[in-house]
């Protein structure tokens, strides 16, 4: 198994909360620049990359509109369907910043600042798409057995499902009312890691636990009334998507 002779530090697993880190350039190539550390969340497990800002010593801001894992070793591990550890994160510029590349070097140190609404909102749209799932499990376990896919977005997010039998709209129902619940109890949601692997992380909610990477609120009643709705992707295939008006996205939990 290829494994890279160096990692980054993936600042967001110590404290989901933090907005900004300091850190120290590694390396940069063409359009994208990689740090010992960050508090960026790459793309992954279907969650959208987190974007942000590198602060410069000499004042100057890059822009960065994506974040990527690379070089990551895969492992098995019991109830995880795939997982990556280790690996490095890339930052990747915005075009019209690009330019600034070449005015940094390795070891120069910086400041990473991220998007914090965006985070907020991923996050809130995370524990929901885990709410959708737990809804699912009750109603249709035969689909939970054959996920084809998820998409986490900063507005909404979405599960496809391979199934024998259409998911009917009185099961769509009941699915939302089952997520609701969930909102309505107000229940504290903990993430923590494998006793093993620090980058396998569980969620856990009301004492229903789902393996799962990314970025999540502590609590459920931030996502406010939930809307669930069905969608035909071919024979043998459904999308149940989940979009959430009445959400409040709190920002005021970050800190530097």
Known sequence: MFS????????????????????????????????????AYPEGGGQDADNGVILLQNGCEIRFIHARKMYCDHVAI?????????????????????????????????????????RSQLSLSHTACHLLL??????????????????????????????????????VHEIE??????????SDVRVYAHAAYADARYWECEGEVIPCGGTHISNTKPIGR?????KSMGAGKERLSCSFSDAIFNTGIFHA
Request: include cysteine; glycine fraction near 6%; aromatic fraction near 4%.
């Open 226 to 230: 939930m809307e669930i709705r069905r």
């Open 78 to 118: 019991s109830n995880f369907p795939e997982i990556q550890v280790g690996g490095v994160i890339e930052h990747v510029v915005h075009p019209d910043d690009i330019a600034h590349l070449s005015g940094i070097q390795a070891g120069d140190p910086v400041e990473v600042r991220i998007d914090r609404l965006r």
């Open 4 to 39: 890279l002779n160096r990692k980054t530090h993936k600042l967001y697993y110590d404290d989901l909360h933090l907005d900004r880190c300091v850190a120290k350039v590694v390396k940069s190539g063409t359009g994208h620049v990689e740090l010992d550390a960050t508090v």
């Open 177 to 186: 009312t089952i997520a609701n619940a969930f909102v309505s109890r107000a």
């Open 134 to 171: 737990l809804g699912v499990q009750q109603i249709r376990p035969d689909a939970v057995e054959w996920i084809l896919g998820c998409h986490i977005r900063a507005d909404a997010a979405r599960l496809d499902f391979g199934v024998e039998e259409r998911i009917s709209n009185e099961e």
